[in-house]
C-alpha cells in the first residue's frame, strides 16, 4: 500500500486548508480498512487527529479538533480528505496520513497502522 499525502501550507490564523490522502496498491476486497491522519510538531510527541473507516464512513476525531476539522473520504479514489477550518497556530505541524488493514474500526492508536505515508507541512501563521 502506497500513500501519496498533499494539500499543506502556510495559512493565517482562522484560515482553512484541505488535506488529502490517497491510497493505491491495495489487494483487499473490503473496503473496511480505515485511513487516518496524525500530526507531529517539533518537539513534541506524534499526536492522531481523525480517522475514517471507508466501508460504513465511521470517524473519530481527537478532543483538539472535534467541530474544526472534518474527515471525509472518495471510495472510488481510494482517497481520504481532511477539511481544517478556523486554524490555529497551534495545528501547526507536519501531517501524516496512515492505512490500517481491514478489517477496522475508527480509532487513532498509531501502532495499529500499517502503512504511513510521507508528511505534508502545515504552518499556521499570521
Known amino acids: 500500500v502506497q500513500l501519496q499525502a498533499s494539500g499543506g501550507g502556510l495559512v493565517h490564523p482562522g484560515g482553512s486548508l484541505r488535506l488529502s490522502c490517497a491510497a493505491s496498491?491495495?489487494?483487499?476486497?473490503?473496503?473496511?480498512?480505515?485511513i487516518a491522519w496524525f500530526r507531529q510538531a517539533p518537539g513534541k510527541e506524534r499526536e492522531g487527529v481523525a480517522c475514517?473507516?471507508?466501508?460504513?464512513?465511521?470517524?473519530y476525531y481527537a478532543d483538539s479538533v472535534k467541530g474544526r476539522f472534518t474527515i471525509s473520504r472518495d471510495r472510488v479514489k481510494n482517497t481520504a480528505y481532511l477539511q481544517m477550518n478556523s486554524l490555529k497556530p497551534e495545528d501547526t505541524a507536519v501531517y501524516y496520513c496512515a492505512f490500517n488493514e481491514p478489517p477496522a474500526v475508527p480509532h487513532l492508536a498509531a501502532y495499529e497502522y500499517d502503512y504511513w505515508g510521507q508528511g505534508t507541512q502545515v504552518t499556521v501563521s499570521s
Open positions: 475514517i473507516v471507508f466501508s460504513n464512513g465511521d470517524t
Open positions: 496498491g491495495l489487494r483487499w476486497s473490503s473496503s473496511s480498512y480505515a
